[in-house]
């Protein structure tokens, strides 16, 4: 953990305090306002179905600007270099292409309130029990991430205990949701998405200008430890693990691009609830594709810091040279912004990383308390209860999952980079979710014994992978252990699953359509267009492939 006292600790003053002021009024009345439109539990769960698609395209953005962007990214641009673009342009544009074309017709058009109702649908009990537990605990596990993040930015600036500081921030990220569910969260994360922005975008800039430009900036790294090849994207030897450039690439590209990236970003309720609270098809198939835009420009305001902060600041160029002193790579932003902002915009810089943090938080928190909700206690627990009855239980699961968090904030303090952490637990819980829901989706015959069997055995082999990593069998610095292990857990839940099928009865066609993708008519996959809907720039496929034409363009020009 951070030292009380440390070397990290920001001098704010008065207007700083006032800025940070302001945006949580802003926060707590958002959440005050949202509770008034909350009248049953889809109301505070899924925001009754009724937000535009830009609100939800920027909430699906913002969800994921948490401490997995803000400094898991700059620590591994701090790190790794220019690599680290790949978690945006292979590792997650694509994905969410695939999301908004192809997958949510099947889950909006479905009706279903959660990714792990849909398993339900598809396969059963079983599997639909193993999905919701292990997709409650990543929540549990990953909120920790936010909070304990949330906690240093807390600690330096006012100089709390970090335990107090990881209350403390708690109960704000707390309050809003109880008060206002999924809606207080959503228009929380557009607020906080332009806040972000305007945060991090001068902080780069000052850090361009402080270093000679660009220019300015590869000279000065290709003069560190990390070489010249840290200013490329390709082929990213560091960031894999792997020192054979094919090795790399194929690493990359099946690991982290199709693998996690698909895992994550297709099956991922965090970030599908947002495109589920759309007002129709067309809404929540634009969801993620509007998102992919700004999503493919984060890069130039987190990942550039990161590099900048590893030649600018002595202690953490020390830090890389060495391996060893007083700060990590987790703290490359903040002692950015501790070194290059006057006061005013260091207010601002800082309300920008509190924004990211809660907005990832909130995030975790509003889907795990549909998921307790709906998919656990009202369906194995306590059943057949009037619609308050799991409204208020939705409240009281977003007050435990808070202090779970707290304890869980705790594991996330004793990485020095944060993105290694959260790599490993996506290849645990997303990779292999991935198989058993693009198998299903698109092969009729696979069954409901498969589904769960699938699940269990690709969670087990990523983490032998990891046992067999952290004894030192499987040799793989960077995150390459994760982009195996992800692999790996992909490879075989995909083929259990298939044996398994084969030994096992499918279900009845006719209880298939809509879940798998032979079986369903065409006007079923497809929105009908509204007047509304006709222009050009709210069709889905032509705005994937806009995206996808810029992320080819983007990757050639850094490759």
Same mark, same amino acid.
Do not use: D, E, K, T
């Given at each position: 953990m951070l030292p009380q006292e440390s070397i990290l600790r920001l001098d704010a003053t008065a207007i700083d305090y006032?800025?940070?002021? *302001?945006?949580?009024?802003?926060v707590l009345g958002i959440g005050h306002l949202a509770r008034r439109a909350v009248s049953n539990s889809l109301d505070f769960f899924l925001s009754g179905r009724s937000l535009p698609a830009w609100v939800t395209g920027l909430a699906f953005i913002s969800a994921n600007l948490g401490a997995i962007e803000i400094m898991g990214m700059s620590a591994n641009g701090a790190q790794y270099g220019m690599a680290t673009v790949h978690y945006f342009w292979i590792g997650a544009v694509p994905a969410m292409l695939f999301l908004g074309v192809v997958m949510m017709p099947f889950y909006y058009g479905s009706k279903v309130r959660s990714v792990p109702e849909f398993m339900l649908r598809?396969?059963?009990k079983p599997a639909h029990?193993?999905?919701?537990i292990s997709f409650a605990l990543a929540q549990l596990l990953i909120a920790g991430v936010n909070l304990f993040l949330l906690a240093t930015i807390v600690n330096v600036l006012l100089g709390w205990p970090i335990w107090v500081s990881v209350i403390a921030a708690a109960a704000i990220v707390l309050s809003y949701i109880t008060l206002g569910g999924l809606s207080a969260a959503i228009y929380n994360e557009v607020l906080?998405?332009?806040?972000i922005v305007a945060a991090l975008l001068p902080l780069t800039l000052a850090g361009l200008h402080k270093v000679g430009g660009w220019q300015g900036l590869v000279d000065k790294v290709s003069a560190s430890p990390g070489g010249a090849e840290q200013m490329s994207a390709w082929p990213g030897?560091? *960031?894999?693990?792997?020192s054979n450039d094919l090795l790399s690439v194929i690493g990359?590209?099946?690991? *982290?691009?199709f693998v996690l990236s698909f895992g994550y970003w297709t099956t991922n309720f965090v970030e599908v609830q947002r495109a589920m609270a759309s007002k129709d098809m067309s809404a929540a198939r634009r969801t993620p594709i509007i998102g992919s835009f700004p999503k493919m420009f984060i890069p130039f305001i987190v990942v550039i810091p990161g590099i900048i902060a590893a030649v600018l600041v002595p202690e953490l160029a020390k830090f890389k040279a060495t391996g060893s002193g007083e700060v990590d790579y987790n703290d490359a932003l903040l002692l950015l912004i501790r070194d290059l902002l006057p006061n005013g915009m260091l207010g601002l810089a800082i309300t920008g990383l509190l924004a990211s943090f809660m907005a990832g938080m909130a995030a975790n928190l509003s889907s795990f308390n549909t998921v307790m909700s709906y998919d656990i206690i009202e369906r194995y627990v306590i059943k057949d209860r009037p619609d308050e009855f799991y409204l208020r239980t939705g409240r009281w699961a977003t007050v435990a999952g808070t202090l779970v968090a707290i304890g869980t904030a705790a594991i996330a303090s004793g990485y020095s980079n944060l993105m290694d952490y959260l790599q490993q637990l996506f290849s645990f819980f997303n990779a292999p979710l991935f198989a058993t829901f693009i198998l299903g989706m698109f092969w009729k015959r696979m069954t409901a014994t498969a589904g769960w069997v699938g699940l269990v055995s690709g969670t087990a082999t990523a983490i032998l992978v990891f046992v067999l990593s952290k004894n030192g069998v499987i040799d793989l610095p960077g995150q390459g252990a994760s982009f195996v292990g992800a692999g790996a857990a992909f490879v075989v839940d995909f083929l259990i699953s298939v044996v398994v099928s084969v030994a096992t009865r499918p279900k009845p066609e006719s209880e298939l359509v809509g879940l798998v993708y032979s079986l369903t008519p065409k006007e079923q996959r497809t929105e009908v267009a509204a007047a509304r809907d006709r222009g050009w720039y709210r069709?889905?496929?032509?705005?994937?492939g806009i995206s996808l034409t810029l992320i080819i363009i983007l990757n050639i020009v850094f490759r």
């Open positions: 006032v800025i940070i002021a *302001l945006y949580f009024v802003f598809r396969f059963g029990l193993v999905n919701a906080q998405f332009f806040v030897n560091a *960031l894999s693990g792997f990359i590209v099946f690991g *982290l691009g069709r889905p496929v032509l705005l994937a």
